[in-house]
C-alpha cells in the first residue's frame, strides 16, 4: 500500500470535529431533543428500618424528628458531628430552666422575697457563660434553631444581670423611676417579640415543646406589660409562667437524657397534629 493510498483511506475515515465546528451527528452518540427527555417520577416507601427514595435505602436513624429534648423542631437529617458528640441540649435546658424557675418564685413574691439580687451569680454564669457554650455547641452539631435559642437566651440574661447590678449606673441616668421602669420595659419588647417567632416555630412539632416556648413567650410578654403599667399584679403573672417555664424545661431536660438504659420511664414524642416527621 502506498503513501498516497494510505492518505485516501484517511480522508474517506470518519472525520472529527475540530474546535468551533458542530458536532456530526451521524457518528456521534444517539442525539435526543431535551424536550423529549421523559420525566421519571420518584417514589418513595419505607420500612422497619429504612427509608427508600427511588429504591434506595436511608436508615431511619439519619434522620431527627420533632423532640423537646434535644430541641429539635422538624425533621432534619443527622450531621457527622452530631453523631460524634454528645448533645448539648439538656445541660442548656437545665441552666435555663434553674435561673428560670428561682426567678419566678421570686416575681410572685414567694416566701416574702422581692428582689432577685441573689440570682446575678446564676443569670451571669449558669445562664449567661452556659447557656452561650451551649449554643456554640448546638451551632457545632447542626441545630441551628436550638444554638440560635441558647445563643440569644445567654445574652438576654447577662444583659437582665447588668440591670439588676446597675452597671454604669443605669438608674442614676434616668430623672424619675418612672422613666427608669419604661426604659426596661424596652428593653423586654424585642425579645417578647423573639420569643414569639421561637414559639412560631413549633407549631409542627411537639406538646411539651410547644408548651415550653408558649410559657416563655408569655413570661416575658408580662414582663414587658407589666414593667410598661407599673403593675405588680401584671408581674406575678409574669412570675407564673417564669416557673410553669421551669417546669416544663425539666420535663424536656428529662426527656433528653432518659432512655431505656438508664431510666425505667423513658419520655416518647407527644406530637402535634400535621407534625412533618419520617415514618
Given at each position: 500500500m502506498s503513501a498516497d493510498s494510505f492518505s485516501q483511506d484517511l480522508e474517506k475515515g470518519p472525520s472529527t470535529s475540530t474546535a468551533g465546528?458542530?458536532?456530526?451527528?451521524?457518528?456521534?452518540?444517539?442525539?435526543?431533543d431535551a424536550g423529549a427527555v421523559r420525566k421519571v417520577k420518584s417514589s418513595f416507601?419505607?420500612?422497619?428500618?429504612?427509608?427508600?427514595?427511588?429504591?434506595?435505602?436511608?436508615?431511619?436513624?439519619?434522620?431527627?424528628?420533632?423532640?423537646?429534648?434535644?430541641?429539635?423542631?422538624?425533621?432534619?437529617?443527622?450531621?457527622?458531628?452530631?453523631?460524634?458528640y454528645g448533645d448539648p441540649v439538656p445541660a442548656g435546658l437545665?441552666?435555663?430552666?434553674?435561673?428560670?424557675?428561682?426567678?419566678?418564685?421570686?416575681?410572685?413574691h414567694a416566701k416574702g422575697v422581692t428582689h432577685a439580687n441573689t440570682l446575678l451569680g446564676a443569670l451571669l454564669t449558669t445562664s449567661g457563660v452556659v447557656l452561650l457554650i451551649t449554643g456554640i455547641l448546638c451551632f457545632i452539631v447542626g441545630n441551628t434553631w436550638a444554638s440560635a435559642t441558647f445563643?440569644?437566651?445567654?445574652?438576654?440574661?447577662?444583659?437582665?444581670?447588668?440591670?439588676?447590678?446597675?452597671?454604669?449606673?443605669?438608674?442614676?441616668?434616668?430623672?424619675?423611676?418612672?422613666?427608669?421602669?419604661?426604659?426596661?420595659?424596652?428593653?423586654?419588647?424585642?425579645?417578647?417579640?423573639?420569643?414569639?417567632?421561637?414559639?412560631?416555630?413549633?407549631w409542627k412539632s411537639t406538646w411539651p415543646l410547644f408548651s415550653l416556648m408558649l410559657s416563655?413567650?408569655?413570661?416575658?410578654?408580662?414582663?414587658?406589660?407589666?414593667?410598661?403599667?407599673?403593675?405588680?399584679?401584671?408581674?406575678?403573672?409574669?412570675?407564673?409562667?417564669?416557673?410553669l417555664s421551669g417546669v416544663l424545661g425539666f420535663y424536656n431536660v428529662y426527656a433528653g437524657l432518659a432512655d431505656k438504659t438508664n431510666s425505667y420511664y423513658v419520655v416518647k414524642p407527644w406530637f402535634m397534629p400535621n407534625v412533618y416527621k419520617e415514618e
Open positions: 465546528s458542530a458536532p456530526n451527528k451521524s457518528n456521534s452518540l444517539p442525539y435526543q416507601r419505607a420500612d422497619a428500618e429504612n427509608i427508600y427514595i427511588n429504591d434506595e435505602p436511608i436508615n431511619k436513624e439519619e434522620f431527627m424528628h420533632a423532640f423537646g429534648g434535644t430541641l429539635t423542631v422538624g425533621a432534619r437529617k443527622q450531621t457527622e458531628q452530631s453523631k460524634n437545665a441552666a435555663f430552666s434553674c435561673t428560670t424557675f428561682t426567678l419566678g418564685l421570686i416575681e410572685m445563643l440569644m437566651f445567654g445574652g438576654f440574661w447577662s444583659s437582665y444581670a447588668f440591670i439588676l447590678m446597675n452597671v454604669g449606673g443605669q438608674l442614676e441616668a434616668y430623672s424619675s423611676t418612672e422613666e427608669y421602669a419604661q426604659s426596661i420595659a424596652l428593653f423586654f419588647m424585642p425579645w417578647c417579640i423573639f420569643c414569639f417567632i421561637l414559639w412560631a416555630c413549633t416563655i413567650w408569655l413570661f416575658v410578654l408580662f414582663f414587658t406589660i407589666g414593667q410598661a403599667v407599673s403593675s405588680v399584679n401584671v408581674y406575678k403573672a409574669g412570675g407564673f409562667f417564669s416557673v
